[in-house]
């Protein structure tokens, strides 16, 4: 056996075998989650039902062949404003006490978990089948432009799910800080997610807010832009990477 090979098995291979394994998982719960939201969407309205998972499903398609660094920008763009439309209806529905019932609730709980699933199975898929090996050395790379764009889809869809959970002041400064891009602007978002998320103002009071899915889903929204915060491809000062 060959030195390279030996090294390939060693290092490499307990990794893939970790990753793989994750993947599984993630797949177990992103695809039946999906089935779900587009037979929800299709069966409301059919057209629009369609656009609304039709784009990203296409935009995993393209990550699996060529990879999400080659994914062309209007696909990302019309995955983007897509999930705006189911986003701000869900918020307002689970902001309604009319409309507060188990089947509102449970759309809810379904979105909000595809909203965290999906970013990270377009990780998963461009980072399993388009690493690449550095030539001469052991070391596994990927594509920046790839990278860059998993963590702008990971804070878009922390925003969605503060849009989701019904606040005004979280929502803004989360789409103000993905337009500045500056390290102060993703520690105000994420200090925003999380206030929001534990805190409401209601007859001229504030209270905390004893919703576990509002807070689970600002906690969570509050650690991608902690994650922002130190990642050396957000603030385009430290590197430029275009979209």
């Not at 189911?86 to 019932?101: D, N, Q, W």
């Not at 980072?127 to 432009?145: A, C, F, I, Q």
């Not at 600002?218 to 603030?235: M, T």
Request: glycine content about 6%; aromatic content about 12%.
């Amino acid at each position: 056996m060959s030195e390279g090979l030996r090294k390939l098995i060693e290092d490499r291979l307990p990794g893939l075998i970790e990753d793989h394994t994750s993947y599984r998982v993630l797949q177990w719960v992103f695809w039946p989650v999906t089935a779900l939201l587009t037979l929800a969407f299709v069966a409301t309205d059919p057209v629009s039902g369609s656009l609304i998972m039709g784009a990203p499903l296409l935009l995993i398609a393209l990550t699996r062949r060529q990879g999400l660094g080659k994914v062309p920008k209007l696909i990302l763009m019309a995955t983007a404003v897509l999930s705006i439309v189911p986003a701000a209806f869900l918020g307002r529905y689970e902001a309604s006490e009319e409309l507060s019932t188990g089947l509102i609730f449970f759309g809810f709980v379904v979105f909000l978990v595809w909203v965290a699933a999906f970013p990270t199975m377009l990780d998963k898929i461009d980072d399993l089948h388009h690493s690449v090996r550095k030539p001469g050395t052991d070391e596994w790379y990927r594509d920046d432009r790839a990278v860059h764009r998993v963590l702008l889809i990971r804070l878009w869809m922390a925003t969605i799910i503060m849009v989701i959970v019904g606040g005004f002041v979280a929502p803004v400064l989360c789409f103000a800080a993905l337009v500045f891009r500056r390290r102060w602007t993703a520690a105000v978002a994420g200090i925003a997610c999380v206030v929001d998320a534990l805190v409401s103002y209601r007859y001229g009071a504030f209270e905390f807010t004893s919703e576990p899915i509002e807070i689970v889903a600002g906690l969570l929204a509050g650690q991608q832009w902690k994650q922002a915060f130190s990642h050396p491809l957000w603030d385009p000062r430290d590197q430029v990477v275009y979209l």
